[in-house]
DNA sequence: GGAAGTTTCGTTAACGTTTACGGTTCCGGA
DNA sequence: TCCGGAACCGTAAACGTTAACGAAACTTCC
């Protein structure tokens, strides 16, 4: 058990030749002939080399430069995204990692400027949140094909040759939503609504199907209105839902897949049904935590932002480290918050990550709105 | 932004010494004069150095070694524990560690001889599951003394000099058990019970105390029973949860804080009540899976093994790689596992972690019915 | 006062990789 | 034939740390 592992000097010897040609043809530098390049490979298979990250990185001293393209927001999910890739880039080792981020002010806008941007300047690897995939496809095949690994978090990127994706589960947030919503209104008939950014994103129908799939095999006498589109603008939430209230009296609960809870709730209580109304959120924000406190929220969908941003760049890193992937799809289960463990949420958010070791990860900061001017 | 780090030879060159003496004084190996060894040290912080791990991984070879002794298990809480464990381990680059396992057949049998068995064999880190923390408090304080880190896991060990605790947070799990409970119950009056391992174990106690504080601040017209203490012995529970249904006829539902969930869930049957109980349990297992799927049970809060057993090692890699911790306690957020979700959380179970990789993690495995003979 | 031992410290060869530089060959063109 | 320049390959010096080997200087003891 535990011979050592072989290194280029063993594969060199093997062959007759020597370590540079070796290396050489391992990372397909030129001057190197085809036929020796194809026996050294051949070689390292059969001697199942893997290559030494300590020396290499001792020997070269590169750093990772790794892009975040996300949006702006203070104590927001974004935010807590961020604190979460700050702080795994803090725990490698190998203290090789340099992120710089480049923050959108507004969903939608300059984002796709932003990630060509990163692709000019030769990131070593990318973590986005497509807001739009479609407006980003282009862009980011454009990453891939410049050997640039991409990592969405939160929202996927179909077809666009991304390296992987970092998510919730939204099989899992839309069933236990509907199983919670069940089981609290308990046997009661109605109607129940959802509302959803927009039926277009992947992730929001899958959640729709999941809820409305859910409800219908567990509790068939609730009925699923057909989904509230908000684009996240809190306007548009506030009036579909008074909308909404009118034309449904029989309606029982509301789930808020988007951040526009607050809307929402308002709309609850202009149209006086805020306390005959059951309503699950989606994530935790300062605004939302009087709402659960009270108990006009029973319930909240946590997706645990700051989890994805870990795993995104865990992932990433993974990949420019060893250059293989271990998993290209990082399905996370949502937290549930409650009144009961609400504070213990809000605590372990408030704890700004204890940074005792110091600025180990070169950081840079990105202003869009001074970039594209 | 950004100049080189400081090495072992700028200290040794602004000192006019030699790297061979810097070096001692840093691991305060024997052969340096207190004199310049405390000059070292000085100059060492002022110039703010801090290793190149890289570098010593490369020059010393040393593997660390780590014992991870927890309790026998198939499919169970301890072997997701012992998942999670290995696939952290697979994920450091530094590919350094080894880990060696060793199981105890049944709880607090050899417990202790098994931890003195890893000290004796001056492993590099101790990964436990202190069932019974009294028992185990010298032995570890021992290790302690020894310089060798010990991290525990699900169960803490107060004041015995351990590095740090993983464990899921209790405050949490009780808060959120007791209030689906109530949510769920939904205005009804009556009692609930709750079971647990034995109220000694501070763990349990602070469930209980959660379970207890939170039922009675929100859903006042609910009332908590005394606890039922199990010491996870499936008779014991049987017994004890037959005598309480008898003694409370207006039980409304049961929190089982414990693994022994099913000789619950048969006593509520043989006594009738199964339908008109609202029962809450703990952990996921096979068993377990027919009764959520039937909505016998109507949640369960998954203590997240997997996650556990990832976090422990890290937790101790982290130290013993650079010799400063920056937690010592790990307080993870239970998943809430209801009919709706289920599914998630079986694949995720079953998905072994596809290893790629091949076995870059040298393990060893103590049987300890041979060990101990 | 010198042999023998101790304490303190400097030197140097690893570890496995990257990278720059210096050699070979070999071929076409003068 | 000789030169210029590819194309291919070997060599050696880094990177920062560890660990082993000695070389001093200083003690102790006969």
Redesign the pocket.
């Known amino acids: 058990m535990g011979q050592?592992?072989t290194?280029?000097?063993d594969i060199?010897k093997s062959l007759?030749?020597?370590?540079?040609?070796v290396?050489?043809a391992?990372?397909d530098n030129?001057?190197?002939?085809?036929?020796?390049?194809a026996k050294v490979l051949q070689m390292a298979r059969s001697l199942g080399?893997?290559?030494?990250l300590a020396?290499?990185y001792?020997?070269?001293?590169?750093t990772l430069r790794i892009s975040v393209n996300t949006l702006q927001g203070t104590t927001s999910f974004w935010d807590e995204v961020r604190t979460g890739i700050r702080e795994e880039a803090a725990s490698i080792l190998l203290e090789n990692v340099e992120i710089e981020f480049r923050t959108c002010a507004r969903l939608g806008e300059g984002e796709e400027a932003a990630l060509e941007a990163a692709i000019r300047e030769k990131v070593d690897g990318i973590i986005i949140f497509p807001s739009r995939p479609e407006t980003l496809r282009s862009s980011i095949k454009r990453a891939s094909r410049a050997r640039i690994p991409v990592v969405c978090v939160a929202t996927d990127a179909a077809n666009s040759g991304r390296l992987g994706i970092v998510a919730v589960d939204t099989l899992a947030s839309g069933s236990i939503a509907a199983d919670l919503m069940g089981r609290f209104l308990n046997g009661k008939n109605g109607s129940v609504a959802i509302t959803v950014f927009e039926m277009a994103i992947t992730e929001h129908a899958e959640k729709y199907t999941a809820f409305d799939s859910t409800l219908k095999a567990f509790y068939p006498n609730l009925r699923v209105l057909k989904p509230v589109e908000d684009h996240d603008l809190e306007k548009e939430a506030y009036r579909k839902c008074r909308k909404l209230f009118e034309e449904h009296p029989d309606l029982a609960g509301i789930y808020v897949t988007t951040e526009a809870s607050i809307p929402v709730l308002q709309a609850a209580r202009d149209a006086d049904l805020l306390d005959r109304l059951t309503v699950i959120t989606t994530d935790l924000f300062p605004d939302l935590v009087p709402h659960i406190r009270s108990g006009a929220v029973v319930a909240t969908i946590y997706q645990r932002p700051r989890a994805q941003g870990q795993m995104a760049l865990r992932m990433l890193h993974e990949f420019l480290a060893e250059g293989a992937r271990r998993s290209h799809q990082v399905s996370l289960a949502p937290h549930l918050v409650m009144r009961g463990n609400l504070d213990f949420f809000l605590r372990r958010q408030s704890e700004e990550s204890s940074r005792e070791r110091g600025p180990v990860v070169r950081e840079a900061m990105h202003d869009l709105t001074e970039d594209l001017a």
Do not use: C, E, F, Q
């Open positions: 050592p592992p290194t280029l000097r060199a007759g030749t020597s370590i540079g040609t290396h050489r391992l990372h030129p001057g190197v002939s085809p036929a020796t390049k080399y893997r290559p030494n020396a290499r001792l020997s070269s001293r590169k």
